[in-house]
């Protein structure tokens, strides 16, 4: 600070250094996770993965999907049949001059919400061209997402982490506009694989990310993922047998029902690129609890080509259940002080180019503080310049 007489750059001089320096900055996340591994601390191949919705430059009046469109357009419709209702009973009623400023005053209001209606309609054919047909307005990139709270939700990006189970430092992330967690599995499992250099992982995750190719795309990359499956079963729901409860005997290739009967393979399907095997028993019609299984003919299973792989993931999890909390213990900890630092606003930049580098010194920031707290700051000065 002396040398430089307390110089300091302007907010104009940093934000254009992160705008104009995107690719850099996230080449130096990348290499101070490299750093991370060659002085020690990256040591198992273990980590879990989770993501979470940031909050974009774009407020959620100026993001349209199509059920918001309608809902906006339906209100306009409200609004400006009200308004002319209460005209038509001006007009009955005696001339006065407050009466022709109210009237004055009504329909100005009706052109305003005319006027609304037709930039509406050019931004709903806007919004019907895009592929996920939703438009944001000041962010083009952002998107509605619906988040943990009931009814809630927010406009922003979906950031994906895989945090290091053992010093819970961020190995990889990925800034995207995707809603869901469902494919983002196999992706971040690779590129962790990758950026560690190993040849097997440990991947713990949460039951958003439940997606069957996906496991199986994990499974062939050399990675083992633990996740609890979620409950979709309508059955179960309704207090009817779940498909859980029927047992599969693979040296017969049946599954046994809980009344004891065996469901036989009857023929092989294809769906959604899905190759399906179709089991069923003619026993259920003369069964006793019938009426806790299934409201058909009989109840039919499904089984998927690669089931077994499934199978072994629900093994993995009945094995060892402390996963799960190791899961919330490791990745909720980076996002929550993220989030923190951020402030209320979260990103600053716009467009997803820009809000990666952004999500990029944010990573960096946190493994930066969390590699001087784990061995202090001359070991980590040490090993920078070794």
């Known amino acids: 600070m002396w040398l430089t007489g307390r110089l300091v750059p302007d907010h104009k001089t940093i934000a254009d250094f992160r705008k104009d320096n995107g690719a850099a900055i996230r080449k130096v996340c990348a290499r101070f996770i490299a750093l991370c591994r060659t002085i020690g601390l990256l040591t198992q191949a273990s980590v879990a993965i989770d993501g979470s919705k940031f909050k974009a430059v774009n407020n959620r009046d100026r993001n349209f999907t199509r059920a918001k469109m309608e809902r906006r357009m339906a209100q306009i419709e409200e609004s400006v049949a009200r308004y002319l209702q209460q005209l038509d009973t001006a007009d009955r009623q005696e001339p006065s001059e407050?009466?022709?400023t109210k009237t004055s005053r009504l329909k100005e209001k009706i052109e305003k919400l005319k006027e609304q209606m037709r930039r509406l309609e050019v931004l709903k054919v806007e919004m019907l061209a895009t592929p996920d047909q939703q438009i944001s307005l000041t962010d083009p990139d952002a998107r509605s997402m619906a988040t943990s709270g009931r009814g809630s939700g927010v406009v922003g990006y979906n950031v994906q982490v895989a945090v290091d189970t053992e010093h819970h430092l961020i190995v990889t992330h990925e800034v995207t506009n995707d809603g869901t967690d469902r494919s983002?599995?196999?992706?971040?499992?690779?590129?962790?694989?990758?950026?560690?250099?190993?040849?097997?992982?440990?991947?713990?995750?949460?039951?958003?990310?439940?997606?069957?190719?996906?496991?199986?795309?994990?499974?062939?990359?050399?990675?083992?993922?633990?996740?609890?499956?979620?409950?979709?079963?309508?059955?179960?729901?309704?207090?009817?047998?779940?498909?859980?409860?029927?047992?599969?005997?693979?040296?017969?290739?049946?599954?046994?029902?809980?009344?004891?009967?065996?469901?036989?393979?009857?023929?092989?399907?294809?769906?959604?690129?899905?190759?399906?095997?179709?089991?069923?028993?003619?026993?259920?019609?003369?069964?006793?609890?019938?009426?806790?299984?299934?409201?058909?003919?009989?109840?039919?299973?499904?089984?998927?080509?690669?089931?077994?792989?499934?199978?072994?993931?629900?093994?993995?999890?009945?094995?060892?259940?402390?996963?799960?909390?190791?899961?919330?213990?490791?990745?909720?900890?980076?996002?929550?002080?993220?989030?923190?630092?951020?402030?209320?606003?979260?990103?600053?930049?716009?467009?997803?180019?820009?809000?990666?580098?952004?999500?990029?010194?944010?990573?960096?920031?946190?493994?930066?503080?969390r590699v001087m707290n784990i061995m202090g700051v001359q070991p980590l000065l040490a090993g920078m310049r070794a």
Not at 294 to 311: M, V
Request: net charge positive; with cysteine.
């Open 98 to 100: 407050a009466l022709k």
């Open 184 to 369: 983002q599995l196999s992706p971040v499992a690779k590129e962790t694989k990758a950026t560690l250099d190993v040849e097997k992982l440990e991947v713990v995750a949460d039951r958003g990310y439940f997606n069957g190719e996906e496991i199986l795309a994990c499974e062939e990359a050399g990675i083992t993922v633990t996740l609890p499956k979620p409950m979709t079963s309508s059955s179960k729901a309704e207090g009817r047998f779940g498909k859980q409860d029927f047992r599969y005997v693979a040296a017969e290739d049946v599954y046994v029902c809980p009344a004891g009967e065996k469901l036989t393979h009857h023929y092989t399907t294809e769906e959604n690129g899905l190759v399906l095997r179709r089991y069923w028993t003619n026993a259920c019609q003369s069964c006793a609890i019938k009426h806790r299984c299934t409201t058909a003919k009989e109840r039919r299973i499904t089984r998927w080509e690669h089931e077994h792989i499934l199978e072994a993931v629900q093994r993995r999890l009945d094995e060892h259940p402390e996963k799960m909390r190791q899961r919330r213990e490791t990745v909720e900890h980076p996002f929550g002080t993220i989030k923190a630092r951020m402030g209320a606003t979260h990103f600053l930049m716009k467009t997803l180019p820009k809000v990666a580098t952004e999500m990029a010194l944010h990573v960096l920031a946190y493994n930066l503080t």
